[in-house]
């Protein structure tokens, strides 16, 4: 019998559904959509893995509910709900039996531990009616948890942005290199990154803006004329134009600043390295 995640593959074939589709509108990296389907969960982040795998089942047209569950007998968490139990009164021997002057006498006090034996047993009903009552609302909170939209954690932290201050007491300018800018308008550039990234960009007239770039995210910004971007590292950063790659910045840990020019058709790159 072929695994859960093999048939959420097929079945997204079969639909003819990419996988940079649902990572565009889930924003879920390429990488961890691949460990789905071949189910290497231990790759996936461990407070996401349902929610992600949630997210894809959604694309795919399948069953979430289903392939959660699915998801719970292949890792071996899946436990049987527990049982209430069941109060059994315990019988209660016979009263001696007694002459009727002695009936007479303790009659009253019969009635009132008949009473009190009423009022246990009503008790520990309503206690056991409890207990079943808060387990049902618990179970319907998670099933309602489930099936609640997706909401994704902000992976916005602060990595202490760097100002030109900075740039000018803190670092120096290691390389400068101006190659030709072959892309044609308009101009679209994408950011994306396989580490979470701090950056501050200004496109033509409009104000200048920063952000943190999640991991596994992206950016879309488009241009007219210019467009300058600082990142504070570029490890497991992509930028591509138009399209079209451009890998000439390389991976470094130290701030880099692009900046694109359609007036001159240049691309300028600047590697910085901390003053020694």
């Known amino acids: 019998m072929s695994e859960f995640y093999s048939e959420l593959k097929a079945l997204r074939q079969e639909r003819g559904i990419d996988l940079e589709e649902i990572h565009n509108r889930t924003k879920i990296s390429l990488a961890y959509l691949r460990a789905i389907e ?67 006498d303790l009659s009253a006090p019969t009635r009132s531990a008949k009473k009190k034996r009423t009022d246990m047993i009503t008790g520990i009903l309503l206690v056991i009616i409890l207990i079943f009552a808060i ?5 319907i909170n998670k099933e309602e948890a489930a ?53 501050h960009t200004k496109t033509d007239t409009f104000k200048p803006y920063e952000d943190v770039l999640p991991s596994g995210d992206n950016r879309l910004y488009e241009f007219n004329q210019t467009i300058e971007i600082l990142f504070k590292h570029t490890k497991g950063l992509n930028l591509y134009l138009n399209g079209s790659t451009i890998n000439s910045f390389g991976s470094s840990s130290n701030p880099v600043r692009i900046f694109l020019s359609a007036v001159d058709k240049t691309v300028t790159i600047q590697h910085f390295i901390p003053k020694s």
């Open 135 to 139: 387990y049902i609302i618990n179970v």
């Open 147 to 199: 099936k609640a939209p997706i909401v994704y954690p902000s992976e916005f932290i602060e990595e202490g942005p760097i100002t030109e201050q900075n740039l000018q007491n803190d670092f120096d300018v290691l390389t400068k290199s101006v190659q030709m800018l072959e892309a044609e308008p308009p101009y679209t550039l994408k950011l994306a990154t396989a580490e979470r990234v701090w950056y």
């Open 38 to 104: 071949e189910g290497r969960f231990a790759q996936l982040p461990h407070t996401y893995v349902r929610l992600f795998i949630r997210a894809y089942a959604v694309e795919v047209g399948a069953d979430p509910d289903e392939i959660l569950n699915n998801l719970e007998n292949f890792l071996g968490n899946k436990t049987p709900a527990p049982k209430v139990k069941k109060e059994v009164e315990k019988e209660v021997p016979d009263a001696p039996s007694l002459s009727e002057e002695e009936t007479a």
